[in-house]
């Protein structure tokens, strides 16, 4: 890494260079980008697990929830305010145990199974319900149509360990295959959708070195280049995902490249990402509500860990795919806690976010635009009723939780380029290597610059001086997100506590960036 990459980690301490009072620097170039950001790196994740899919996404046609064709209707109009581009279905762990048959064709035909996560401890206080034995309800025609109502892209992830490379064929037929040209398609048009749903993602298994199969970097590779070697595309481009490390197994990394491509490196045009699945927090120990300040800055510094994962994947990966053909998803992300005591407990992992796992949503984003590069998608886990969840729901309540608000400012970055930009700012925080006083990113289009920052001081505020080069700012909007208090969070019954508000800034040179908050800057320039 040389100077000026550490410096746009926020990792490096650089005293201010001008003599304005400011103790801050943000240097925006123009001339160095990095790369498109793609909408789809502010992509969610929906597994039939806990609250999500029952309950959060489908409340079924004959609820009194407001619901559009069983689909929670409260729930659609957030996911277009937030702009949401793909979601990622039906798992997760639950992938690989799923048969796609069960859930399509007349729903009340369908049958009922076991889910992956009935015997989990977690789930012994919770009653038999759908949580525990998979009613099929919802299957593949509501979730299409659950991403269409959205206007968001499915992401499907295929069975590896438990079914075959002819199922997967056969799922992509299903979805894909022209109306009325096979007996798939015909079936598929009976549950509502004659014209092809055209699913291009599709992730092959999911963590294969887990719970999805337990396979060796080395093994999964063989399997992979099965399940993938020949598919259906119908005149379409089929993006395929492989599962990818767990954190910082880099040797599962190196072996699947190694032995996906020894025979050769044709197989390598067959892979558009691997996905690398990085959680922060607790692992679902810990409440989301209940940290001291030591543990607010620890699970910061946690999400940070993002920067040192991707570059370090991406370098490996490169010593075998060396034009970088294939790129990283990072299909799963978020701060695991504990379920919160107050919510059903058959709702696996589901709390309310406060605003520490905002600035962990905004320290993650920051990170996927810094690596517009290497990043094409990745997808928030879990949208509802779960870990890391941009909103929380039950029967008739529904509310958007501090995360919700992070997506909402930072699309403002979707589609536009991503620059290099350094942010030169007294760290903090008490682990090594210590949090960046400030950290972001930022992304232009045209003359608009969007710059997203956290400022993760508990205490201080942070006055940094902004020069974009080449450029004068013309005028300014700020959006922030904060609250006096750490532990601030929504709940069904005071559901704004936490929520952002924009004003347009006079002065525009230096900004003073509020502590414990996100900021959204959209700047316009001459
Ligand atoms: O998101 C919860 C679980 O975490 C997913 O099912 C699995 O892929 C991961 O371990």
């Given at each position: 890494?040389n100077r000026?990459?550490?410096?746009?980690?926020?990792l490096?301490?650089?005293?201010?260079?001008?003599?304005?009072?400011?103790?801050?620097?943000i240097?925006?170039l123009?001339?160095?980008p990095i790369?498109?950001?793609s909408?789809?790196i502010?992509?969610?994740?929906?597994?039939?697990i806990?609250?999500?899919i029952?309950?959060?996404?489908?409340?079924?046609?004959n609820?009194k929830?407001?619901?559009v064709?069983?689909?929670?209707?409260?729930l659609?109009?957030h996911?277009k305010?937030?702009?949401?581009?793909?979601?990622r279905?039906?798992g997760?762990?639950?992938?690989?145990?799923?048969?796609?048959h069960?859930?399509?064709?007349?729903r009340?035909?369908?049958p009922?199974?076991?889910?992956?996560?009935?015997?989990?401890?977690?789930?012994?206080?919770?009653?038999?319900?759908?949580?525990?034995?998979?009613?099929?309800?919802?299957?593949?025609?509501?979730?299409?149509?659950?991403?269409?109502?959205?206007?968001?892209?499915?992401?499907?992830?295929?069975?590896?360990?438990?079914?075959?490379?002819?199922?997967?064929?056969?799922w992509?037929?299903y979805?894909?295959?022209?109306?009325?040209s096979?007996?798939?398609?015909?079936?598929?048009?009976?549950g509502?959708?004659?014209?092809?749903v055209?699913v291009h993602?599709w992730g092959?298994g999911n963590?294969?070195?887990?719970c999805?199969?337990?396979?060796t970097?080395?093994?999964?590779?063989?399997?992979?280049?099965?399940?993938?070697?020949?598919?259906?595309?119908?005149?379409?481009k089929?993006s395929?995902i492989?599962?990818?490390?767990?954190?910082?197994d880099y040797?599962?990394t190196?072996?699947?490249?190694?032995?996906l491509?020894?025979?050769?490196?044709?197989?390598?045009r067959n892979?558009f990402g691997t996905?690398?699945?990085?959680?922060?927090?607790s692992?679902?120990?810990?409440?989301?509500?209940?940290?001291?300040d030591?543990?607010?800055?620890k699970?910061?510094e946690?999400?940070?860990?993002?920067?040192e994962?991707?570059r370090n994947?991406w370098?490996?990966m490169?010593?075998?795919?060396?034009?970088?053909?294939?790129?990283?998803v990072?299909d799963?992300?978020?701060?695991?806690?504990?379920?919160?005591?107050?919510?059903?407990p058959a709702y696996?992992?589901?709390?309310?976010?406060?605003l520490?796992d905002?600035?962990?949503?905004?320290i993650?984003l920051?990170?996927?635009?810094?690596h517009?590069?290497?990043?094409?998608?990745?997808?928030a886990?879990?949208?509802?009723n779960?870990?890391h969840?941009?909103f929380?729901?039950r029967g008739?309540k529904?509310?958007?939780?501090?995360?919700?608000?992070?997506f909402r400012m930072?699309?403002?970055?979707?589609?536009?380029t991503?620059?290099?930009t350094?942010f030169?700012a007294?760290?903090?925080?008490s682990?090594s290597p210590?949090?960046?006083?400030?950290?972001?990113?930022?992304?232009?289009?045209d003359?608009?610059?969007v710059?997203?920052v956290?400022?993760?001081?508990?205490q201080?505020?942070?006055?940094a001086?902004?020069n974009?080069?080449?450029r004068?700012?013309?005028?300014a909007?700020?959006?922030?997100?904060t609250?006096?208090?750490?532990h601030a969070?929504n709940?069904f019954?005071?559901?704004?506590?936490?929520?952002?508000r924009t004003?347009?800034?006079?002065?525009?040179s230096?900004?003073?960036?509020?502590?414990?908050?996100?900021t959204?800057?959209?700047?316009?320039?001459?």
């Amino acid at each position: 890494m040389n100077r000026r990459e550490l410096l746009a980690t926020g990792l490096a301490l650089l005293a201010p260079r001008s003599s304005v009072a400011a103790s801050a620097r943000i240097d925006i170039l123009p001339d160095e980008p990095i790369g498109t950001i793609s909408p789809n790196i502010y992509g969610h994740f929906t597994e039939h697990i806990g609250g999500v899919i029952y309950d959060g996404v489908w409340v079924g046609e004959n609820s009194k929830i407001p619901n559009v064709g069983g689909i929670r209707k409260a729930l659609i109009d957030h996911l277009k305010l937030m702009k949401a581009p793909v979601i990622r279905w039906p798992g997760g762990c639950f992938a690989d145990s799923y048969d796609w048959h069960d859930g399509v064709g007349p729903r009340e035909n369908r049958p009922k199974r076991t889910n992956f996560w009935a015997d989990t401890p977690y789930l012994s206080k919770a009653p038999a319900g759908p949580q525990k034995y998979e009613p099929n309800e919802f299957g593949t025609n509501e979730f299409a149509r659950f991403c269409q109502l959205a206007g968001a892209e499915p992401y499907f992830a295929a069975n590896l360990r438990s079914r075959t490379p002819s199922d997967f064929y056969q799922w992509i037929e299903y979805c894909n295959s022209p109306n009325g040209s096979t007996s798939l398609a015909e079936l598929r048009a009976k549950g509502g959708s004659p014209e092809p749903v055209n699913v291009h993602f599709w992730g092959v298994g999911n963590e294969s070195w887990g719970c999805g199969g337990n396979f060796t970097g080395a093994e999964y590779a063989v399997e992979f280049r099965r399940f993938s070697e020949w598919l259906p595309r119908f005149g379409g481009k089929l993006s395929l995902i492989a599962s990818g490390p767990n954190v910082d197994d880099y040797a599962w990394t190196r072996t699947f490249f190694q032995t996906l491509t020894e025979k050769n490196k044709g197989p390598l045009r067959n892979v558009f990402g691997t996905a690398l699945h990085y959680y922060c927090g607790s692992t679902g120990k810990r409440q989301s509500t209940e940290f001291t300040d030591e543990e607010w800055y620890k699970l910061l510094e946690q999400a940070n860990r993002m920067e040192e994962l991707v570059r370090n994947h991406w370098q490996i990966m490169g010593e075998v795919d060396t034009q970088h053909l294939v790129k990283l998803v990072v299909d799963e992300w978020g701060a695991w806690h504990e379920t919160d005591p107050s919510i059903d407990p058959a709702y696996l992992w589901a709390y309310y976010p406060t605003l520490r796992d905002a600035l962990v949503s905004g320290i993650t984003l920051d990170i996927f635009n810094r690596h517009a590069d290497k990043i094409p998608m990745a997808n928030a886990a879990q949208l509802i009723n779960n870990i890391h969840s941009s909103f929380v729901a039950r029967g008739n309540k529904f509310i958007v939780t501090p995360n919700f608000h992070v997506f909402r400012m930072y699309a403002a970055h979707h589609g536009n380029t991503s620059v290099r930009t350094l942010f030169s700012a007294p760290s903090i925080g008490s682990a090594s290597p210590r949090l960046a006083g400030l950290s972001g990113s930022c992304s232009i289009r045209d003359k608009r610059v969007v710059l997203t920052v956290v400022n993760p001081d508990i205490q201080n505020p942070r006055e940094a001086e902004i020069n974009i080069q080449g450029r004068q700012i013309s005028s300014a909007r700020a959006t922030i997100l904060t609250s006096n208090d750490i532990h601030a969070h929504n709940t069904f019954d005071q559901p704004d506590v936490i929520q952002p508000r924009t004003s347009n800034v006079t002065q525009t040179s230096v900004f003073r960036f509020e502590p414990r908050s996100v900021t959204c800057l959209e700047l316009e320039t001459a």
